[in-house]
């Protein structure tokens, strides 16, 4: 294509609502055009991106025995009534009514779908397993769409669906899926993206795993290991702690006038906090009771942790004192039978603790939760600290990073195929539930992601796989004939051998062409010019830099060839 | 793929309310779910042909240079209320609010959507001209879904627009789609298509054509010329009549008791009815005000076209008494002044007319507008008829026939260029405003529509370049293990060749297994048996029963790979 005929426009300027680089360069580089808060319309050149990357999920699906099906957008809320999701989710859910006043949802995801289209089709167990997938239109009403396609609130996803007669059989399968998806990423040109066990969250189901990007500008905080394979999303991430081997001491209440942190109390008894319990309240949305969680004083309490024991929402705890709790003083000795209290796993380590005495003014020092309080259950409710201990391989490498969650994949269970009363008739004739698992990468965070992974201070840098196009021509003074002769020669054949090219031919500066080419990233770029003519050579490089030629002119059109097929190969042979 | 793999299940019976060929297969061959009313998921059969027909669209598309792009389902009201199609637009446009109350709708259609993206983008008459179109879903709360894909409320479409700075540069665009039109219809398998003139009703603009498959289950009339190329929808055929070459008679008003319609006037007469002035009474929605359209007695009123001239939707007049005007004896001479009379063009063909005179049971004969009323404007309000005029060739050979309108091309002007307000600098320095044209084809009509065209009694013949599979591969007794050696044999061999197969090798009687393929309209059908083996050889079959041949062994292979490419390039090469 030639650069004047794409319908695009780039800006200098960077708008001042972006922030990451994705956003940045997707608006200054003419990639999309926001029509609502979260919504976006794409130019020619990211629906070329996009194109990609849904041709390379379709591959793997169908590599791993996918059929591609097609859900509705719009559905009527009856089955989203019978999963129970109709009332359960909150208003990132549109719901609205048709002309005949029905009620009506637009899928932001379609479990629901999925499990219509399969119970009436799947009925006996010879049927199974099979996977069903879409790339399809989603809404989600999210209250904070930001970063431009990182988060929004329409978007396209690759949605697939499995259905299995046994646990064994979907774990099988999940393990391959977990592979596809590995491949889709690395295809995509970021290998670098992880796995990580996750919280299933509104999707149900207990075993889940997130694809995320590694970077500072990610929503989510991980935990990994650098010296193993551990990787989990903070909200899930187990901790262990190293034995403080304290010894026990001697219970004694002290006077702590108006210290009401814990660290101010520490820092009093010249103690490091440690070796003292820190206490936060909260209260349970299910009935307002109150949950005093005591952690050692050193770490902090994972809310989602708590939450999951709880099996309930939580919030910060209001009135302490209506609950005969002294703020800034509450310790395990002493506090009120009615309190329901939670033991952090971390308070196994030590003996010999320093703690708020249920009394204004006072702490303990040298209480022993075994020998003061007695037996008690420890729960793992505390976030991971960089440097803390990696719960699978012992060593004190835990590192913490942040993360673009780019896919996901979940063991549903049979949440859905319960609730929804779908059957299949076993071998032994008997009616059963089948499980699901179930597997999503939105294609638009997708592309922004990899845009985050590789770009320079210029612009994007694609991967030769997902790149617009493959190859740069930029003709420099295209009034020049030669210039212009040996341009057009190298667009027709470069094109006739099935290589993408977008051919600028504008009569610009060369600085203006260039910074043009930085922003549509595409990775690989000739530069056929006058001086380069006088040379006889063209000027081939990459975009990353990583590379640069002066090539003889009746060698160009090999050089270039070779160069988009040895790309291609690097990213696919990963 | 093997058949006991695909998900898909297939019904016996047909179910009540299916009524035309293609909704009867798609639900008894199991390639649709209904989800709600007009709103289906497609199993992994009918994905399989909408994708390949989407392929034939960007193609084509990409071909006379358009664009890909991607617009949202979901869009805020504002562009809408720009273009006044918020307001204008009755309750087929999906309303709704977002979480923060904002006024939403879903697309129907994108010209808004299309006007935003290019109007910050194409600001230099050089940029123009362009083509960006998309392959969406869009949502249209249709009042009556029916007939499976037909009439849906849910599809997706291939929906392009294009964007000139002349009215001669969008007729040449025009004209270069409606070819590019032609050749997708064509390589879907559907050639038959026809293109005819349209009313452009709630898209605006002037000049449209709607191609049409002609199929007795179409929604749409259209008049159709035996001798020429004239083709028309009956909203707006243009209908010319042979003078009656009359003469005057004189003027007498005769009794007419009891008699209310033309036809039993004409009977008591003894005249034909094309001797008579037929008046049909109308009120307008502007104003409610009351309209007589009077037309030759054989005839009958086109109200399209009369609302068309109106300039207003008109409905049966009430309470015609009111009004000062005798039911039944309604006529030209004598009418109350205050009424607003259209004349159609029929009614210059004939001097000597019998008509209502206006005053109950009473009648006119021998009247002559252009003597008894004078001069009268003569508008063409009148449906066209079989046998009528053609409008184009002069002779009698109007044919009437149905349609189902499989794509929509319009030339808008500025519509919505105007109204939203897009500009370009022209070459002289000015402002202008760009002109638009807009181009649609609905994915899912367009695969029943092929299949309206194309069955016979026992289900689809899918034309070879969009069938799901190419080949369908048929092992009776697969558990002879000659059978099934050489079947999988040919079915690995097929597949390593690049062509497209569903393997039945279910145990089951060849009866089952053939009917199950008559569903699946798979073009090419192999048969693998004891018997033929005992003979050495395989049958191959067309599903159109155009051929049928025992074909040796081992040179099946060949054979079958030289048939699909024969039976692709016969619907390419057209």
């Keep these: 294509m030639k650069f004047t005929a794409m319908l695009t426009k780039r800006y200098k300027d960077t708008p001042a609502d972006c922030q990451i680089a994705s956003h940045i360069f997707m608006i200054r580089g003419g990639y999309m055009k926001n029509v609502g808060n979260g919504i976006y319309s794409l130019f020619p050149i990211t629906k070329r991106i996009t194109?990609?990357?849904?041709?390379?999920?379709?591959?793997?699906?169908?590599?791993?025995?996918?059929?591609?099906?097609?859900?509705?957008?719009?559905?009527?809320?009856?089955?989203?009534?019978?999963?129970?999701?109709?009332?359960?989710?909150?208003?990132?859910?549109?719901?609205?009514?048709?002309?005949?006043?029905?009620?009506?949802?637009?899928?932001?995801?379609?479990?629901?779908?999925?499990?219509?289209?399969?119970?009436?089709?799947?009925?006996?167990?010879?049927?199974?397993?099979?996977?069903?997938?879409?790339?399809?239109?989603?809404?989600?009403?999210?209250?904070?769409?930001?970063?431009?396609?990182?988060?929004?609130?329409?978007?396209?996803?690759?949605?697939?669906?499995?259905?299995?007669?046994s646990k064994e059989d979907l774990e099988r399968y999940y393990a391959i899926c977990h592979k596809a998806y590995e491949r889709i990423f690395a295809r995509c040109g970021v290998p670098e993206v992880i796995s990580v066990k996750s919280d299933s969250g509104m999707m149900g189901g207990k075993v889940a795993h997130e694809f995320m990007l590694c970077t500072p500008v990610g929503e989510d905080s991980l935990v990994v290991c650098k010296d193993c394979d551990f990787r989990a999303n903070m909200e899930t991430a187990e901790c262990v702690y190293e034995n403080l081997n304290t010894g026990e001491g001697e219970l004694k209440k002290v006077a702590t006038p108006e210290m009401k942190t814990i660290e101010d109390v520490c820092a009093y008894l010249n103690s490091d906090t440690k070796y003292s319990i820190k206490a936060v309240v909260y209260q349970q949305e299910t009935d307002d009771a109150y949950v005093v969680a005591f952690i050692r004083g050193d770490l902090e309490i994972n809310e989602v942790k708590l939450r999951n024991y709880l099996k309930s929402e939580i919030y910060p705890a209001q009135e302490l004192e209506k609950a005969g709790l002294t703020a800034g003083f509450i310790g395990p000795k002493g506090i009120s039978k009615d309190i329901k209290v939670v033991y952090d796993v971390s308070l196994k380590t030590c003996d010999n603790y320093v703690c708020g005495a249920n009394e204004a003014n006072c702490h303990y020092t040298g209480l022993s939760i075994r020998r003061d309080i007695g037996d008690v259950e420890y729960v793992d409710i505390g976030k991971a600290i960089e440097g803390g201990i990696c719960p699978i391989c012992g060593k004190k490498t835990l590192s913490l990073t942040r993360g673009i969650e780019v896919g996901n994949i979940f063991q549903l269970g049979d949440k859905y195929t319960a609730s929804m009363g779908m059957k299949y008739i076993d071998k032994d004739g008997t009616l059963k539930t089948p499980i699901m698992g179930c597997y999503g990468i939105g294609v638009g965070r997708?592309?922004?992601?990899?845009?985050?992974?590789?770009?320079?201070?210029?612009?994007?840098?694609?991967?030769?796989?997902?790149?617009?196009?493959?190859?740069?021509?930029?003709?420099?003074?295209?009034?020049?004939?030669?210039?212009?002769?040996?341009?057009?020669?190298?667009?027709?054949?470069?094109?006739?051998?099935?290589?993408?090219?977008?051919?600028?031919?504008?009569?610009?500066?060369?600085?203006?062409?260039?910074?043009?080419?930085?922003?549509?990233?595409?990775?690989?770029?000739?530069?056929?010019?006058?001086?380069?003519?006088?040379?006889?050579?063209?000027?081939?490089?990459?975009?990353?830099?990583?590379?640069?030629?002066?090539?003889?002119t009746d060698k160009a059109f090999d050089s270039i060839k070779q160069l988009v097929k040895s790309m291609l190969d690097e990213i696919n042979n990963i």
Tied chains: 1, 2.
């Design 51 to 165: 194109s990609k990357i849904e041709s390379i999920m379709r591959e793997e699906m169908d590599r791993i025995d996918g059929q591609e099906v097609l859900f509705p957008v719009v559905m009527p809320a009856g089955i989203w009534r019978e999963s129970g999701r109709y009332d359960s989710i909150a208003n990132e859910l549109v719901r609205f009514k048709d002309r005949s006043g029905n009620d009506m949802v637009l899928g932001m995801t379609h479990e629901e779908a999925a499990v219509q289209l399969a119970r009436e089709t799947a009925d006996s167990y010879q049927q199974f397993p099979f996977m069903i997938y879409q790339i399809q239109t989603k809404f989600r009403d999210e209250p904070r769409a930001r970063g431009g396609l990182i988060r929004v609130r329409e978007f396209t996803m690759k949605d697939a669906y499995s259905f299995h007669t």
């Design 446 to 552: 997708l592309a922004a992601s990899v845009c985050e992974a590789h770009h320079d201070e210029y612009g994007p840098i694609w991967p030769m796989t997902i790149a617009p196009w493959q190859v740069q021509l930029c003709a420099l003074r295209s009034d020049n004939e030669s210039v212009k002769a040996l341009a057009d020669d190298l667009y027709e054949r470069l094109q006739a051998a099935g290589i993408e090219v977008l051919y600028d031919d504008r009569q610009i500066s060369a600085g203006v062409m260039f910074s043009d080419a930085d922003l549509t990233g595409i990775p690989l770029r000739v530069v056929v010019s006058p001086k380069g003519i006088a040379n006889g050579t063209v000027e081939i490089s990459k975009r990353d830099k990583s590379y640069m030629e002066k090539i003889e």
